[in-house]
Each structure stands twice: as C-alpha cells, then as structure tokens.
C-alpha cells in the first residue's frame, strides 16, 4: 500500500535529506481521511480552512478550537495511523497569553489524538513555537501569506519586493530556531520558495509556493472540483466531484418525483 507505515517528524527530516518530496493534504471527516491514507498521503492536515469548506463561514477567522478538535476527532478515527497535524484556530494562540497557547495546542495532542500542532506567524510567533516545543508538542510553522490576518493583508501573493522577501526568510529561519519540524509557505514567489527550502534543514511545505520545496499541500476540496467559485492558481483539479455530486442528487429528485424510484429491485417483499 502507498505511504504503508507511521510517519514521525523525524522521517520527515529523513525525507528532505533524501530528496522525498511530501505530500501534505487537508482532510476534515474520517471518509476522506481513509481515502487519503489509503492514497499514500504523508500528513493530514485538519486545516482552518474547514471553516469555510465544512461550515460556511466566509474565512476562517470565526472557527473555534472546539469546532476544530471535532474535526481533528473524526480524521483520526478515519486514519489511525496517519500523521495529522491540527491547524490552531484564530485567536487560539497569541504571545501575551504563552501558558494558554501551549495549553490549547496541548488539547489537539490529548484529546484529538493529532501528532503536531500548525501555527500562523513568522519570528512573531517564535517564541510561542519554543514553548510548545519544549512542551513536546511538535509545531509545524506557516509563513507568506496568512489567511488569518486577511483583513489585515487581503489574500495577495508574499514577498514579491525584497524587504518582502527578506522578513520572509528572517521568519523561516527564526521559526527553525525555535524548533519547528516543518515550514507551510503560502503564496510567495517560485524563486523565494526555492531560496528558503535551500537554506532551512527543516522541510518546507509549498501551497502556492513552487516546485522547489520540499513537499506540497493542497485543500482536499480544491483538489476535487467540489465547489464551481473560485479556484486559486495554485490548485490543480484532479476530478470533478462536485458536478458528479449534483448530477446525481438531480437524478435521485427526478426519479422519486416521477414514481421511478424505488422500484422493485430497492423494495422489500
């Protein structure tokens, strides 16, 4: 079976030394996360982008840490042995309150059952990276663009200028030295994806970020062409889910509305 075995933050270093590109996927239900599994997916990812994909919040900004372990819960159950990684929600962590950030990241390992916690936030968030570290609670960084600062930032591309840049790579490095096991660079040029995955000895994982990094990620619900709005440049569609989905829904309406469905082969005798 593709990506048989447990996967541990060591391996995944193991992996960049070997030049094994890994595949990061979000997955928010325990179907999709048997299937990704079974895949040979190398992280699952219950990202905050579940706010908008599962819940229909218009950003992630109003996810809850409770709505977000509900979902952790449910991708474990699907995938035993996966490694999953629990993106802390906004306002979940933040540098004047330290004992509480580690105690909510604390929660994604204990009652989630995740392997790693994922946190937004540059050499900003540094010193709360050091802390759940220390803790033993493995942080995956993300830097470039960051949707929980949206209404800060807006949703454009990272680093295009070279002050930019700079405090992006400032960032990867400092994240690095508090002790992050990985790095999601989102949205930033192909050229300062490649500058960062050279320098760091962590893995760098790239959503919209180029093929120089050390491995990719992508929102499952991109991947399948669930929704017909806006698809990032950055995804690729792989199938058309979302068209098979409403086909079949449409089928199901009209055979019960013409007295076709159920027949005599769906029925009890």
């Known amino acids: ?72 819960k449910a991708v474990r159950r699907g995938a035993p042995d996966a490694f999953i990684v629990g993106d802390m929600p906004f306002m979940s962590f933040y540098n004047n309150a330290v004992k509480e950030s580690v105690l909510n990241a604390g929660r994604f390992l204990k009652e989630a059952g995740c392997n790693a916690v994922k946190l937004e936030g540059g050499a900003d968030s540094a010193n709360l990276t050091a802390a759940m570290t ?15 600062k ?10 295009k200028n070279e002050d930019d840049a700079e405090r992006i790579v400032n960032d990867a490095v400092a994240l690095q030295e508090a002790g992050a096991f990985a790095i999601v660079l989102e949205c930033v040029p192909l050229e300062l994806g490649r500058v960062i995955s050279q320098k760091l000895a962590i893995p760098t994982i790239s959503i919209g970020a180029g093929i120089h990094c050390d491995g990719q990620v992508q929102v499952f619900h991109d991947l399948i062409g669930m929704f017909d709005g806006f698809t990032p440049k950055h995804s690729k569609r792989y199938a058309e889910a979302g068209k098979i989905i409403r086909d079949a829904v449409k089928s199901y309406v009209s055979e019960v509305k013409e007295g076709v469905f159920p027949d005599d082969a769906h029925s009890f005798h």
């Open 150 to 159: 949206v209404l800060i930032s807006g949703y454009r591309v990272q680093g």
């Open 1 to 72: 079976m593709p990506g048989a075995g447990k996967k541990t933050v060591a391996e995944f270093l193991k992996m960049k030394q070997r030049g094994e590109k890994i595949v990061m996927m979000t997955a928010y239900d325990a179907p999709t996360a048997a299937i990704a599994a079974e895949a040979g997916v190398d992280i699952l990812l219950v990202g905050d982008s579940l706010a908008m994909t599962m819940l229909g919040y218009q950003n992630t900004l109003p996810l809850t840490v409770e709505e977000s372990l509900h979902h952790c």
């Open 134 to 148: 220390a803790a033993g609670i493995p942080v995956m960084g993300h830097i470039g663009l960051l949707p929980q």
